[in-house]
């Protein structure tokens, strides 16, 4: 931590700052707790306090390495929601939900009856196999659906 030039904290600040893909490990002959907190908020992945055996070091090494290690087989990104099996009517119920307006709110901006909103709803819940309000809104929002927008007055 106290190194002639950049102190560690400096040096753990400007990997940040940077975006680099290394994985820190502090080594400090005073670990003071304030110390600690610091560089593990600047991406310190363990701390290890002077005198440490070869053991002790390898030890860390180990456990970091492991911990931050990508998966064998990377999970592939997730594709962006396909809301093309969707009715026009059921999109807008949907642009609705994302737009956190009730059955009745929703109707009123559409310009149709509550019902109708409830069974295009029940249908494009359907559709997306959304189990619940919440997932059929992340399908819209991960899709780009833009929120229903309030006519104003």
């Known amino acids: 931590m106290r190194m002639p ?5 400096e040096v753990l ?24 907190v610091a560089a593990m908020k ?16 390898l030890t860390t090494i180990e456990a970091v390495w492991t911990k931050s290690a990508p ?21 807008d119920v949907l642009r609705g939900l994302v737009a956190g307006l009730s059955a009745r709110g929703t109707a009123e901006v559409l310009g149709i009856s509550e019902r109708t ?16 309000r919440a997932e059929a809104v992340i399908h819209g929002v991960r899709a780009g659906l833009p929120p229903l927008l309030i006519a104003a007055e």
Request: glycine fraction near 8%.
């Open 42 to 57: 600047l991406g310190a992945q363990d701390l290890i306090e002077k005198p440490f055996s070869t053991e002790v070091l």
């Open 117 to 132: 909103v409830e069974m295009h709803r029940a249908s494009m819940m359907k559709r997306l196999a959304a189990r619940s």
């Open 5 to 9: 030039g950049l102190s560690g904290l």
């Open 71 to 91: 998966p064998a087989n990377p999970p592939e990104p997730a594709p962006r929601d396909d809301l093309s099996g969707l009715t026009p009517r059921e999109r």
């Open 13 to 36: 600040g400007e990997l940040k700052k940077r975006g680099a893909t290394v994985v820190p490990i502090v080594i400090s002959g005073t670990a003071e707790i304030d110390t600690a």
